[in-house]
Nanobody, 125 residues
């Protein structure tokens, strides 16, 4: 069982930055492929970024490429999403997810087995 807790959300003006963190319980964090998703009111959960178990490979949605950076620290059981040049359309609840499956489609929320409770990010124009 994996428990995930997100933090770092808040209110920021367009063009600003936020840094989201996701802390994981357990001793086998590096067994899990990690992803960040977001969900705006009335919309489906949307893929944002993902990172391999070692942290050596990262993936991004086109909408955030060049603005967001995902990273992980397996010694501290954390995954981080650095968000720069934020836009009002980035406003959403952000969730981190974990999956122990192999050969997944990392863009598919259904492939993730564990989720945090989410953290609200609001970007004002």
């Amino acid at each position: 069982q994996v428990q995930l807790v997100e933090s770092g959300g808040g209110l920021v003006q367009a063009g600003g930055s936020l840094r989201l963190s996701c802390a994981s319980s357990g001793r086998t964090f590096n067994n899990y492929f990690m992803g960040w998703f977001r969900q705006a009111p009335g919309k489906e959960r949307e893929y944002v970024a993902a990172i391999s178990r070692s942290g050596g490979t990262t993936y991004y949605a086109d909408s955030v490429k060049g603005r967001f950076t995902i990273s992980r620290d397996n010694a501290k059981n954390t995954v981080t999403l650095q968000m720069n040049s934020l836009k009002p359309e980035d406003t959403a609840v952000y969730y981190c997810g974990a999956t122990g499956r192999s050969a997944i489609n990392h863009r598919d929320a259904g492939q993730y087995d564990y989720w945090g409770q989410g953290t609200q990010v609001t970007v004002s124009s």
